[in-house]
């Protein structure tokens, strides 16, 4: 299995819900901060499948 480098959009999609989560549990943030961990876990998973799959 080869890896490659994820698109910037992917990058930063992956980096904002990683940031949002992060921050919500700190920062009151609606809706956000009752899920925190699962918004880092879905910013990570979709770093890792940008990563898995080639063209994304």
Do not use: C, D, Q, R
Not at 29 to 56: D, N, R
């Amino acid at each position: 299995m080869t890896l490659n480098a994820p698109s910037k959009m992917f990058f930063m999609i992956s980096a904002v819900l990683v940031i949002l989560g992060v921050l919500s549990t700190f920062i009151a943030i609606p809706f956000v901060s009752a899920y925190a961990f699962w918004t880092v876990v879905v910013g990570y998973v979709v770093l890792a499948m940008a990563t898995i799959m080639k063209g994304m």
